[in-house]
């Protein structure tokens, strides 16, 4: 979120320098912080689900795919249906005010549903339940 918030500082300046509208765009910018935390969801679902050293690998493919589809797919020829599965391309355009709300509704259900579905405080999650245990010495 630090970035979005400098991204956010960084067009409000750009903005007030050309004397355009501000609002719009540093609101717009909220879009990436929320792509962002649904993205973060989707690692608290992997590593509550499969474990957490595959959260991060997951992320990262769902990243690239997302990446892939909504950039190279149209050059690609890829057809709608398929180049539809970026995330992306479900938030509109918000640095120009529009907003798609079943885009901002995903990445909600995928940030608060990743979390539901996190590890926690089970003892599964944590590291005390995973450390090995020590052979005690014969006297």
């Given at each position: 979120?630090?970035?979005?918030?400098?991204?956010?500082?960084g067009i409000a300046i750009g903005a007030t320098i050309t004397g355009g509208d501000i609002t719009t765009p540093v609101a717009g910018t909220l879009a990436l912080g929320l792509f962002a935390v649904a993205l973060a969801g989707i690692g608290f679902a992997v590593g509550?689900?499969?474990?957490?050293?595959f959260a991060g690998p997951a992320v990262a493919i769902v990243?690239?795919?997302?990446?892939?589809?909504d950039t190279i797919g149209a050059s690609l020829g890829l057809p709608d249906v398929v180049r539809a599965l970026a995330?992306?391309?479900?938030?509109?355009?918000?640095?120009?005010?529009?907003?798609?709300?079943?885009?901002?509704?995903?990445?909600?259900?995928?940030?608060?549903?990743?979390?539901?579905?996190?590890?926690?405080?089970?003892?599964a999650g944590t590291c005390e339940a995973r450390r090995p245990r020590t052979r005690r010495r014969p006297r």
């Open positions: 979120m630090v970035i979005v918030v400098v991204a956010a500082i509550g689900l499969v474990g957490t050293r990243t690239i795919v997302t990446w892939f589809l995330l992306s391309t479900h938030l509109g355009q918000p640095m120009l005010g529009v907003w798609d709300p079943v885009g901002i509704g995903a990445c909600l259900i995928l940030a608060i549903g990743g979390v539901g579905l996190a590890p926690g405080d089970s003892p």
